[in-house]
């Protein structure tokens, strides 16, 4: 995009923490400028200077852009929404590529793959990605490989790391939907992944109010296609949406911190609770993910779910939560959650998944413990 110029490749960037340059990376430099960029509510532009046409990118999302690419290390563009990312880097593809993708990914990606294939211009691959030698066979012929870690709904973490050596192998690039993790938590371009993807929706903007996406390249070749989609298909986000998105990156971190805080805990003592049958969180000594996790991410995130006895007993607890909102979505300064396999993805049946918040602790703590209850024990785990 036009903020090449001011990518961290020409600019070497300070050997900031992510917390120091979510906060300050993205900013206007000039003197006189506004610490922020403020929304550039324009489609059009005089001739003579950087930006054209909004579809093309305005000063707004290149700040967006300037801050998450610093962030994970590598070049960003922006996009209407985590799906108009997803379709995007799928866009580039050649016709009837095998995309191959872990099993447990967002279901929302799932469907756009069936899409393609309907269309004969990619072939979903299905792999179990904790399975090495599955994902080895898998890769050859493929033209992707795209992971989610951690995952939804099982918040399965995988190693990034040794998938991508695998496919550097084969010579097949790595999508990594890194969105519950945040730049925060995970750089998977560190790792070796070729692009990032997330549903900025989430944590980035936190605060439930907008709909965006990003895509983060290695490098201009492989950012280059990507945009080229972005303005083929009429992906860009609204300047407003930027804005909003770059204001809620500044308290990622703080945010994040606070919700991670809080989900540790809320998995402990479900995991102690005589109601639920299992927990999924890689904050748990005892989860299969926990040492993948901690070795490469920075902390566990907030993304929790577990499991009760039904669809039935999940139903009552979410009904019975006051505090804790039902709701899909996920990412934002409030605790929400639900019942998961509504949406026939063949979850477990009384799977429940909860977006922690940055609530008081006691409270998420006072409105979940009696919702759960209500609920008859579980003799065996
Ligand atoms: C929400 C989500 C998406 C899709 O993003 P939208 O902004 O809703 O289009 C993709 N991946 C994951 C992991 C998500 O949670």
Redesign the pocket.
Known sequence: MSAQAQSPADEPAPHWSPQTLSVTAGRPQDPGAPLNQPPVLASNFRDGGDTLYARFGTPSHDAFEEAIGALEGGLAVAFS??????AAILGTLPAGARVVTSDN??H??RGLLADLERLGSAVDVRVDALDLIAVEQALTDAALLWI?TPS?PLIQVLDVERLCRLAEEHGVPVVV?S??ATPMRLNPLALGATYV?H????YIGGHSDL???VVVARDEERLAPISEQRTLRGAAPGALETFLALRGLRTLGLRLDRAETNAQVLAQRLLEHPHVTEVFYPGLPSDPGHLTASRQMRGFGAMLSFCVASEDEADRVLARCRLIVGAT???GVESTAERRNRWHEGTRTGLIRLSVGIEDLDDIWADLSPALGQLSPQTQR
């Open positions: 929404s985590g799906m108009a990312a997803a990914i967002y929302g990606v989610e939804n939907d969105t519950f993807v549903s900025a929706t989430k709909l965006m996406g979505s996920l990412g």
